[in-house]
C-alpha cells in the first residue's frame, strides 16, 4: 500500500505561556476537571511546571509542578482508561515511565522499561491504554502497559521528537526532517505530512483522542470563547471541512521551539 502524501493544515495557533529554554516540549490531551484540555509542560529550569490549555484559544485553565523528583520531562501521554498522564524522562531516570494525576498533579504510577541500545535519551511517548509506544533517534519501542516489553522497530533517517496515538495508529514528529509521520498497528509508515512552523522546531505532538468520534460537533475553526457560529461558516459544525481531512475529521496540535507556537490543525491530502 503506498504511504500517503499529506499536508498539515493550520486552523489556529498560539503562543507557548512559558519561554522554554530547550530540550524538550510536552503535549497531549486530557480529561481534566472533566473537561478535555491541553497539557503543556517545556524544559525551563529544575522543576517545571504542567499547564492545562483551553484549546480553542491557549489561555491557561489551570497548573501544577511536575511530580518532585521527575523534572526532565521529554513527552506526556494521557491514558484514557485510568485517567493518568503517563510520562518519559529525557536523562533523569530515562527508563522509568511514570504517571501522575491531571487532577492533582500527584506521581501515582511508575513502570521500569530498559532503553532499547539505540534510545539514550527518550524523546516522545504515546498511550492509547493498551500500549506504550516510547520513541527516540529512529527507534520506536512498544511495552504493553504493564510494562512488558513487546519489540522495537528503526526507522533510518529519521529523528522521533514527539509522539502521540491516534485510531488504530500512532504519530510522530521528525524535526530533523520537518515531517509528520503516521504508522500503523503493526508499525509501517502509512503517510507522511509536511511538519508545521520553523524547519527544525517540531518537539512534539498530540492527537485529539478524546473528542475523536465527537468531531462531527465541532466546527473546523472555533468561534471567540470557544463558541460556534452561524450556519454556512467555517464556525459552524455542520459546515464541511475544506480542504477535506485525510481520513475523516481530527485534529492535532503541534509544538514548535523555535517558534515557541503550538499550532492547531488536521492533516489533508495533496
Known amino acids: 500500500m503506498p504511504v500517503a502524501n499529506l499536508r498539515f493544515e493550520t486552523t489556529w495557533s498560539y503562543p507557548y505561556l512559558i519561554t522554554t529554554a530547550?530540550?524538550?516540549?510536552?503535549?497531549?490531551?486530557?480529561?481534566?476537571?472533566?473537561?478535555?484540555?491541553l497539557a503543556f509542560l517545556t524544559q525551563t529550569t529544575f522543576s517545571d511546571d504542567v499547564l492545562y490549555l483551553r484549546t480553542f484559544d491557549g489561555s491557561e485553565a489551570y497548573r501544577h509542578p511536575n511530580p518532585v523528583g521527575y523534572d526532565t520531562i521529554s513527552d506526556m501521554a494521557y491514558d484514557p482508561f485510568r485517567k493518568v498522564v503517563w510520562c518519559c524522562q529525557a536523562t533523569n531516570a530515562p527508563d522509568i515511565i511514570l504517571a501522575f494525576d491531571p487532577d492533582t498533579g500527584l506521581l501515582t504510577d511508575t513502570r521500569v522499561a530498559a532503553l532499547s541500545?539505540?534510545?539514550?535519551?527518550p524523546e516522545g511517548l504515546a498511550c492509547n491504554g493498551f500500549f506504550f509506544v516510547r520513541g527516540s533517534g529512529p527507534t520506536l519501542e512498544l511495552w504493553a502497559t504493564n510494562g512488558t516489553f513487546l519489540g522495537a522497530r528503526d526507522y533510518a533517517g529519521r529523528g522521533i521528537t514527539g509522539l502521540s496515538a491516534s485510531p488504530w495508529s500512532y504519530c510522530f514528529c521528525d524535526k530533523y526532517r520537518d515531517e509528520i509521520v503516521v504508522v500503523g498497528p503493526l508499525g509501517n509508515e502509512i503517510a507522511v505530512s509536511s511538519g508545521i512552523g520553523a524547519s527544525g522546531g517540531m518537539e512534539d505532538i498530540a492527537f485529539d483522542y478524546l473528542q475523536f468520534h465527537d468531531m462531527s460537533n465541532i466546527p473546523q475553526v472555533w468561534g471567540p470563547n470557544g463558541t460556534?457560529?452561524?450556519p454556512g461558516t467555517i464556525y459552524d459544525p455542520d459546515t464541511p471541512w475544506n480542504p477535506l481531512p485525510w481520513g475523516g475529521r481530527h485534529r492535532l496540535y503541534v509544538a514548535n521551539d523555535i517558534d515557541q507556537m503550538i499550532y492547531a490543525g488536521y492533516l489533508t491530502q495533496f
Open 117 to 121: 541500545p539505540s534510545m539514550s535519551s
Open 228 to 230: 460556534v457560529g452561524d
Open 22 to 37: 530547550g530540550g524538550s516540549t510536552a503535549l497531549t490531551i486530557v480529561l481534566r476537571a472533566g473537561d478535555p484540555h
